[in-house]
Nanobody
Framework: VQLQASGGGLVQPGGSLRLSCAAS????????IGWFRQAPGKEREGVSC????????YYADSVKGRFTISRDNAKNTVYLQMNSLKPEDTAVYFC???????????????WGQGTQVTVSS
């Protein structure tokens, strides 16, 4: 089970980025996927997650209305579209997977490596 996060970079405030979380070694269809982030000196926080069954989603209040999570099971990939980015969104972003929303929002078993997002002018 491997997850590969990509799509990070440097963007100006108000800009957009789309992160991708590609799975290999397993079929993403059966897993809930979560995005997390960790800024320097801060604890890791949950950003968003999407279920495997009905596509239900969750967003942290800090990103609600700006970020959109989606999944393309044909490509075995989950995306995080990030719009109206703010400097406080700067962090390393990680994707994670587990078999339920409850598990992926608490202690997911499978993690990808992080991708750096920097929002700065």
């Amino acid at each position: 089970v491997q997850l590969q996060a990509s799509g990070g970079g440097l963007v100006q405030p108000g800009g957009s980025l789309r992160l991708s979380c590609a799975a290999s070694g397993f079929t993403l269809d059966y897993y809930a996927i979560g995005w997390f982030r960790q800024a320097p000196g801060k604890e890791r926080e949950g950003v968003s997650c999407i279920s495997s069954s009905d596509g239900s989603t969750y967003y942290a209040d800090s990103v609600k209305g700006r970020f959109t999570i989606s999944r393309d099971n044909a490509k075995n990939t989950v995306y995080l579209q990030m719009n109206s980015l703010k400097p406080e969104d700067t962090a390393v972003y990680f994707c994670a997977a587990d078999t339920s929303m409850e598990q992926v929002t608490t202690t997911p078993r499978y993690w990808g490596q992080g991708t750096q997002v920097t929002v700065s002018s």
